[in-house]
């Protein structure tokens, strides 16, 4: 899948298009995850959300963070959710790679990746875990989301009606299962486990804990210690 399909053919007001057809179990979904976000975040806390599209989730983590951050790449979705995010005076969309983000270390009090950002970057997974734990301040929380297995059914009839709308290519049946959707213009969608998340924790020698929510997302939460501090100046290199 070209670099370019988030930046370009899945943005802006196609993007929003995916979530206004999204089927009632799918709003409940993505209404779960920024709700499991919102306990996770005190108020007044600096949050960045990467991989923020046209700021879907911002309005309501502007509402108990003091400032809100999301990044994305797409300069057309960022454009388009400006007048969306109008009348929130502490949230700021920018235009960032999150592989090799512009931010001082220690920045944030939380940082989030949801609905399946961990796959929709197309980058390393240990480096985007790593470059979102640098941003975040000591005690600060880094919550990375995926689909449940059991959110298959209701994940695939979202992506049948994308398909249906030309928002995304024709599923290709005999490539997708296993929590994977693929579509024949090259569009691929993966899934993480908790297994996968823990390993690639174990990797990075740091400790996460994973949660299911709704039965519909597989949140990995990771909180940065004195710990990880410690190794990261020590210049100690992941396992």
């Known amino acids: 899948m070209?670099?370019?399909?988030?930046?370009?053919?899945?943005?802006?007001?196609r993007l929003a298009r995916c979530y206004d057809i999204a089927p009632p179990r799918v709003?409940?979904?993505?209404?779960?995850?920024?709700?499991?976000?919102?306990?996770h975040i005190f108020q007044g806390d600096v949050v960045l959300d990467m991989g923020c599209g046209y700021g879907r989730a911002i309005p309501p983590l502007a509402r108990k963070a003091g400032l809100v951050i999301g990044i994305d790449i797409s300069l057309p979705s960022l454009r388009f959710g400006k007048p969306f995010?109008?009348?929130?005076?502490?949230?700021?969309?920018?235009?960032?790679?999150?592989?090799w983000m512009g931010f001082r270390e220690g920045s944030f009090d939380a940082v989030l990746c949801i609905q399946n950002?961990?796959?929709?970057?197309?980058?390393d997974p240990l480096l985007l875990i790593s470059e979102g734990l640098r941003v975040i301040r000591e005690n600060g929380l880094f919550l990375i989301s995926s689909y449940s297995e059991k959110f298959w059914e209701h994940r695939l009839e979202w992506f049948e009606l994308q398909a249906a709308e030309g928002l995304v290519g024709e599923i290709?049946?005999?490539?997708?299962?296993?929590?994977?959707i693929v579509c024949q213009d090259?569009?691929?969608?993966?899934?993480?486990?908790a297994h996968q998340f823990l390993a690639l924790a174990s990797k990075l020698d740091i400790n996460a804990n994973i949660t299911e929510v709704d039965e519909s997302s597989l949140f990995c939460v990771i909180r940065k210690t004195a710990k990880d501090l410690l190794k990261k100046r020590q210049g100690r290199p992941p396992r």
């Open 27 to 39: 709003q409940q979904y993505l209404r779960a995850e920024i709700d499991f976000a919102l306990d």
């Open 2 to 13: 070209p670099d370019t399909y988030y930046s370009s053919k899945l943005a802006a007001e």
């Open 172 to 180: 290709d049946r005999q490539k997708t299962g296993n929590g994977t």
């Open 117 to 123: 950002g961990i796959s929709a970057f197309r980058m």
């Open 186 to 193: 090259g569009f691929r969608a993966t899934t993480f486990t």
């Open 85 to 99: 995010l109008q009348g929130l005076f502490n949230c700021f969309l920018l235009e960032m790679d999150a592989a």
